[in-house]
């Protein structure tokens, strides 16, 4: 018997070359299998003459391994190629989810302007307290030191419950009696909330806004504690470079009392529209807590001292974003809110 290992290579070859990764297992097993070609030598080895069989078994054992390598190499191509055409079969075009202007919507401006204001309190240590909207007489009025006849408690000013003394807030600092009632000093608290008077609304006055009240209170706390914590918030919330100055004024719970100024930045200082020619613009009212409201609290005014300050938010967000109306923050227009 005459065999030729090179053909069975060569057609071993031709065949693999040419195989499928569904054909290729049956070539294996024509070639490697158990009655494949190349075995079918490997069996016929034992009746040969040892030098023949050295030789034959030599070559047989080689053809095995390049026909072994030839099947593997192939299947590795075709497999490659099967993922390749998978893949580029499978591939989804997502480029049209992209082309819809995606609409998130985003915090109103008020709220974002209470959330600036009140992170620049909590990293000068403040906590963030809240109060009731519908207060009774004496948190609003006579716990603040209002005198009986003070114009504040005026029904042209103050909106009261039907058939009731109770009213809606007109400022937040009632929520200075309710936290000094319910905690002993040091207290440092702001407080955010929404407030109402009863006023004809125009492009300065609605009848409800919102106030961030404060309140520090401790032994030694001096006008100097009170100079210090507003300036070093002004500067964080309308810049470096915006001076601000201290002008005597009066609120029946604060003695001595204070409305803070910031250099108008529409115009420098030099005088304009907005500023009223003054070059400047007032954004709150503050001063050290009257000994009257520690007393309406059962603090002892002679251990400790505080002071106060609230602000109005629509205000100083008009100011910093060059609002001009304030009936524009709840009208909801969405051409206006979208800007902010
Ligand atoms: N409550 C005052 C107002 O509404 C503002 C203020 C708060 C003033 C605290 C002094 C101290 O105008």
Wanted: with cysteine; hydrophobic share 40%.
């Amino acid at each position: 018997m005459k065999i030729d290992i090179n053909e069975i290579i060569n057609s071993a070859a031709g065949e693999i070359a040419a195989a499928t990764l569904q054909t290729l297992p049956e070539l294996k097993l024509k070639y490697l299998g158990k009655d494949g070609e190349i075995t079918k030598i490997l069996k016929t080895l034992k009746i040969l003459k040892p030098d023949e069989r050295k030789e034959l078994g030599q070559k047989a054992n080689e053809a095995k391994k390049i026909i072994e390598q030839a099947l593997e190499n192939k299947e590795k191509e075709l497999s490659q190629k099967a993922i390749q055409e998978k893949t580029a079969s499978q591939k989804v075009d997502i480029s049209p989810i992209f082309y819809f202007p995606v609409n998130s919507g985003h915090f109103h401006i008020i709220t974002k302007t209470i959330e600036d204001i009140s992170q620049i309190f909590i990293s000068l240590g403040f906590k963030i307290a809240k109060g009731p909207e519908i207060e009774t007489d004496w948190y609003n009025f006579q716990a603040l030191n209002h005198p009986e006849d003070h114009p504040a408690r005026d029904v042209q000013d103050t909106f009261y419950l039907q058939g009731s003394k109770d009213l809606l807030r007109t400022h937040t600092s009632p929520v200075q009696v309710h936290v000094m009632q319910n905690q002993k000093p040091p207290v440092r608290v702001i407080v955010p909330g929404r407030v109402f008077r009863n006023e004809a609304s125009d492009a300065s006055h609605s009848s409800t806004f919102h106030q961030i009240e404060g309140l520090f209170v401790n032994q030694n706390v001096t006008f100097v504690d009170l100079k210090s914590t507003l300036a070093s918030f002004v500067k964080k919330f309308f810049g470096q470079n915006i001076s601000l100055r201290f002008r005597p004024s009066f609120f029946p719970f604060t003695e001595p009392s204070a409305e803070v100024d910031v250099q108008c930045f529409f115009c420098g200082g030099k005088g304009c529209g907005v500023c009223k020619q003054s070059g400047w613009i007032e954004i709150l009212g503050c001063g050290m807590v009257h000994p009257n409201v520690f007393k309406a609290v059962e603090y002892d005014s002679e251990n400790y001292t505080g002071f106060a300050f609230g602000m109005g938010v629509e205000r100083i967000a008009m100011l910093k974003y060059g609002i001009d109306d304030i009936r524009l923050f709840y009208e909801n227009d969405l051409r206006f809110l979208r800007q902010f």
